[in-house]
């Protein structure tokens, strides 16, 4: 197999890979009602609500990162990024979040569909060009690749209210 098919398949499995679990995740939080989401995963620890809006925050945070425009949603970021959960009593309800969500992943989707394998083979934009001629794994894929590993992880939290 060349060297493009390779990068091709690897970047259709990774875009494969985000695809199963952000739709998994969508499911689950359209399954969820408001009351299972305000509950602790366990005692002590995030609420639905802060993890679904967390993933919503992180995912919208990817646009600016991989070069495809600003974020849809910046007042998420203080709320959902920067601070721990119950650290403010405002947070936007559950129907706007899930909204939020649908909206995010709608654009997320038509460039993850769209980018060529160079395109996600090139710098996010949290690096430099002289850094990134030292350390070409700092690419957009990779970016993905770990945001899909942190969606799996809250996933899993989220099962718990089930």
Do not use: C
């Not at 967390?54 to 959902?80: R, T």
């Amino acid at each position: 197999m060349e060297t493009t098919s390779q990068a091709a398949l690897l970047v259709k499995m990774t875009v494969a890979a985000w695809d199963t679990q952000n739709n998994y995740f969508t499911k689950l939080i359209d399954t969820l009602g408001n009351e299972q989401l305000q509950k602790e995963v366990a005692p002590g620890r995030n609420t639905g609500v802060y993890l679904l809006g967390h993933l919503v925050a992180v995912s919208d945070a990817m646009l600016p990162l991989l070069g495809w425009g600003d974020k849809l949603y910046p007042e998420l970021e203080e709320v959902f990024i920067k601070n721990p959960d119950k650290a403010t009593a405002v947070k936007p309800s559950v129907a706007e979040l899930k909204e939020k969500l649908h909206t995010v992943n709608a654009k997320l989707s038509s460039h993850f569909h769209t980018a060529t394998i160079d395109q996600w083979l090139d710098r996010h934009m949290a690096v430099s060009q002289e850094d990134f001629a030292k350390e070409p794994h700092r690419n957009r894929l990779n970016v993905l690749i770990s945001r899909t590993n942190h969606m799996a992880n809250h996933i899993g939290q989220l099962l718990l209210l089930k």
